[in-house]
């Protein structure tokens, strides 16, 4: 009976344990998917109870393990690899919200024959140019005495002309310094341009009637819910339609698919 109770105990604890995780969660607004790995976490602490009673962890503290524990190990192993290993070069120019422009960094490695692409670093930019980011990028590699002219075997970016140009651009710069760099530019770039030429010389209808439908709805309360039920008579699942997006690669043909689930499902009307 003792042992009845005790287990008893033991599942109750484990389900209000549950709960706790999944408020702190809630609570703080975590992606649920963080759920797969918190319990293994939590099973791989080894303290003792008196000795997780004085565990602290603010803000403060884990910011701080981040940047300067973390990161900077990591950054200091990478940093001695390019050293002495051969490695390419991906990079990517943005500017943030507050008008400034960082040149991303990121390198690909061969390490006991497994791939490995790893952020190097972010530098800042004072503008987007060919000789900017190439100064930007030289000056790193030199300030931390990694001879890239040497381990730097390959080179990506995107179709920029900043980036890829045949005479004044990043790539030709680097070119110069390595002869036989390997040079490839962002086939999704290219394939994406390829596929924007050619709906160049297709009609706009489609377009025009995909945006249309969309707005027609969005604008409306009233017309997606009776949209909803529509969808909830036909028994199919309850998907929202999608907006076309000019900056998001081959968008068009989700909208038309999404359009297109439900436009089959709408009764024709045949006349006599």
Known sequence: MLSMINQKAVIKNIK?????????VVEHNIPINVSDHLVNLINSIKLEPKHLAKLTYDRTKCTS???NVIAATRFEYL??????????????????TSSVKNLAMVVRTCQNFEVSDQFLTL???ANATADSMYKAITDFFNSYDIPYTINLIGFAADGANAMMG????????????????FVMKCVCHSLALCAEYVCRKLPDEVETLIRNIYNFFNHSYKRQYEFKEFQHFFEVNPHKLLQ?????????????KRV?????????RVED
Not at 16 to 22: D, L, Q, V
Not at 79 to 96: A, P
Request: proline content about 1%; hydrophobic content about 45%; overall charge negative.
């Open 123 to 125: 530098l800042l930019v």
């Open 166 to 181: 045949k005479s004044h651009s990043l790539q030709s710069f680097l070119k110069n310094d390595i002869q036989e760099l």
């Open 260 to 268: 297109l689930e439900h436009a089959i499902l709408t009764p024709c």
């Open 244 to 256: 076309l997006s000019c900056t998001r690669w081959l968008s068009l043909l989700m909208v038309v």
């Open 79 to 96: 940093k001695n690899y390019l050293k002495t290993n051969k490695f390419s070069l991906l990079v990517d120019e943005s500017t943030d």
């Open 16 to 24: 209000e344990t549950e709960i706790r995780i999944a408020s702190f």
């Open 65 to 67: 393990i981040i940047n």
